[in-house]
């Protein structure tokens, strides 16, 4: 049997992320991170809901306030608004965490080198456009080294990213053809109850969907 | 003025790190991790008596549960016996916490990006002999890469490894030379109050100590 650390937000793409690897016969350990992001409970709710469809029984969440603490970020910080959607702009947004994939797949490997997996699983999507650099391939097979060198595994622990080139109408049609419960996700970077429609990750949801030809099952205000 | 983020435990090896980029006409901002560690609090006491010698007003203390929550280590797991030093065995010691040094690396390198920081410095000793992989150049170069592909800088970030080649004696001996405050520093695994002197850390340092023919200021059970 092998085995898959999935780092799984409560998001849309890391909960189609999990359907890709359960459909390829993996066994998945899920992974959430609360790192003081203004939606976390909310988050943290997706979460549960998500493994607990998936009947995913071997869950970690990991509170850990370092990246707030750092700041930097509108994601964590809150004096700092979130801001509305620019899908065209090639600046990095102010939702951007300092290395904040870093952050989280050095915590993903170090539970990854005790429970003995194959793999790590996140679901970054380079299409977003926002800009992100550590959303990219560059990035992953970079940390793919610092995980060859910094563990001491017996065999190579890899980084999977299956949503990298996909579009996020792709990763849509992905999810509903795996029957991912997609109406259990949250992708809402501003608001807990309602979705916003207008943070970057709304914007780039709704156009998936749109685009995918599907109604986003969540509610927005 | 040149920035460098300098990790400090409050431990020797790191208190002779900030000396040596003191003395290399640095301005030190100095990043505390609370991980959980069994001697937690006393090494803070020692990172803030170490900085306030040094006048660092830049400091960051930040407390993450996530290395203690993933578990697998003698350091952070509670249930397991801290081992009594072998320096001659070749095998990874218990005190291993997977994976440990990238953690702190992402930390360190997000708060480097917010503060346009120059370069990321921690204490690592290869001669430590303890086997640790994270602590290898092979693994700090791979970090360095990933930090090029991972992080929108202007300049490069770099992490300095001054102590990885060199012996304990001849950090103390450095340390001592610098003028660094070796008697504010604490380095044992196991105790807080009085270090046990038979953990790997007060083994090395003892033997350091020794070999540059100075006596240890810290008191020995």
Same mark, same amino acid.
């Given at each position: 049997?092998? *085995?898959? $650390? $999935?780092? #799984?937000?409560?998001? &849309?793409d890391?909960? @189609?992320?999990?359907? #890709? &690897?359960?459909?390829?016969? %993996?066994?998945?350990?899920?992974? =959430?991170?609360? %790192?003081?992001?203004?939606?976390? !409970?909310?988050?943290?709710? /997706?979460?549960?809901? @998500?493994?607990? =469809?998936? =009947?995913?029984?071997?869950?970690?969440?990991?509170?850990?306030? =370092?990246?707030? @603490?750092?700041?930097?970020?509108?994601?964590?910080? &809150?004096?700092?608004? $979130?801001?509305?959607?620019?899908l065209?702009?090639?600046?990095?947004?102010?939702?951007?965490?300092?290395?904040?994939? /870093?952050?989280? *797949?050095? &915590?993903?490997?170090?539970?990854?080198?005790?429970?003995?997996?194959?793999?790590?699983?996140?679901g970054a999507v380079q299409e977003d456009g926002s800009g992100y650099?550590?959303c990219r391939e !560059?990035?992953?097979?970079?940390?793919?080294?610092?995980?060859?060198?910094?563990? /001491?595994?017996?065999?190579?622990? *890899?980084?999977?990213t299956?949503l990298l080139y996909m579009t996020k109408e792709e990763i849509v049609?992905?999810?509903? /053809?795996?029957?991912?419960? *997609?109406?259990?996700?949250?992708?809402? %970077?501003?608001?807990?109850?309602?979705?916003?429609?207008?943070?970057d990750?709304?914007a780039l949801r709704?156009r998936g969907?749109?685009r995918?030809?599907?109604?986003?099952?969540?509610? %927005?205000?």
């Amino acid at each position: 049997m092998k *085995l898959a $650390v $999935v780092l #799984m937000s409560g998001g &849309m793409d890391s909960t @189609v992320c999990a359907a #890709m &690897m359960l459909d390829q016969g %993996y066994t998945v350990a899920a992974l =959430h991170l609360n %790192y003081g992001q203004r939606t976390q !409970e909310r988050e943290t709710q /997706a979460f549960r809901d @998500v493994c607990d =469809h998936f =009947h995913i029984s071997q869950r970690l969440e990991i509170d850990t306030q =370092h990246l707030q @603490v750092i700041g930097g970020s509108s994601l964590t910080d &809150m004096d700092m608004d $979130v801001a509305k959607a620019d899908l065209d702009s090639d600046e990095i947004p102010t939702s951007y965490v300092p290395f904040r994939n /870093a952050n989280i *797949l050095a &915590m993903a490997t170090s539970w990854a080198e005790v429970l003995k997996a194959d793999l790590i699983t996140i679901g970054a999507v380079q299409e977003d456009g926002s800009g992100y650099p550590d959303c990219r391939e !560059e990035f992953f097979r970079a940390f793919e080294q610092t995980i060859r060198t910094g563990t /001491a595994l017996d065999k190579p622990l *890899l980084i999977s990213t299956p949503l990298l080139y996909m579009t996020k109408e792709e990763i849509v049609k992905t999810g509903i /053809a795996l029957g991912a419960p *997609l109406h259990l996700t949250w992708s809402c %970077y501003q608001n807990s109850a309602v979705a916003c429609g207008e943070c970057d990750s709304c914007a780039l949801r709704l156009r998936g969907f749109e685009r995918a030809g599907h109604k986003d099952p969540l509610p %927005y205000s």
